[in-house]
């Protein structure tokens, strides 16, 4: 089955401190896997992608086949990055996202 | 370039009802997908369509319906509306699957 699971419904860190919000997955083939940010009070938007291999407002996500993760990892934590992170999956030549149930994180000053 | 679009933005209908929600894609985009967002669900699929052709379908009751225009506009439809529906919908555009989607701002569904 199609699965993303997001194990932390929230995580709490201090600002300067490192951030690592997990995501695993279960499907049968080779899935693009993907962050998505929701900010307060703003739309669903995506973060970065496995197969772009950038990094983006200095988070990064390695895809690890063999564990079939794609952990998100920032070193340092800014206030502005308190969000709702959706970890998601897409299988091949469609548009269905498989969306893990989120992770709220909250960067404490 | 405008974002997606999704009119109206709140609704409240009342038990048996139905609905229509619309969603204006990005110029240029073909491939429009609709998500239920809820609290206790998280987000769910509910359709994929490309080029006026349903490609995708969730896990939902026939009470839940869409279809795409020539211009790629996409309208879905909620028949006999049930409390549970109540729900936040969201619908997203891309140019070709399984491009970065794009989400509209959502349309929150309140059934009483």
């Known amino acids: 089955a199609q699965r993303v699971t997001q194990p932390e419904k929230l995580l709490s860190v201090f600002k300067g401190a490192p951030v690592e919000l997990k995501c695993n997955y279960s499907?049968?083939?080779?899935?693009?896997l993907f962050w998505y940010v929701q900010y307060s009070r703003q739309r669903l938007q995506l973060l970065l992608r496995h197969i772009s291999r950038e990094s983006i407002k200095g988070f990064t996500a390695d895809l690890n086949k063999g564990e079939t993760s794609f952990h998100l990892k920032k070193p340092f934590a800014q206030e502005e990055d308190s969000a709702m992170y959706y970890c998601a999956l897409i299988g091949t030549n469609t548009d269905k996202l498989i969306f893990g149930t989120g992770t709220r994180l909250q960067v404490f000053p | 370039k405008a974002g997606v679009t999704q009119t109206p933005r709140y609704l409240i209908k009342t038990r048996g009802q139905q609905v229509t929600l619309s969603c204006s894609p990005i110029?240029?985009?073909?491939?429009v997908s609709w998500y239920q967002q809820t609290p206790g669900q998280g987000l769910q699929f509910l359709f994929e369509y490309f080029s006026e052709t349903q490609r995708n379908k969730g896990n939902f009751p026939g009470r839940f319906s869409g279809r795409q225009f020539s211009n790629s506009r996409s309208e879905m439809n909620v028949s006999t509306l049930e409390l549970g529906d109540s729900a936040l919908y969201l619908c997203?555009?891309?140019?070709?699957?399984?491009?970065?989607?794009?989400f509209g701002p959502g349309t929150r569904l309140t059934v009483t």
């Open positions: 499907y049968s083939g080779s899935p693009e």
């Open positions: 110029s240029g985009h073909r491939s």
């Open positions: 997203a555009s891309s140019l070709v699957p399984p491009y970065e989607q794009y």
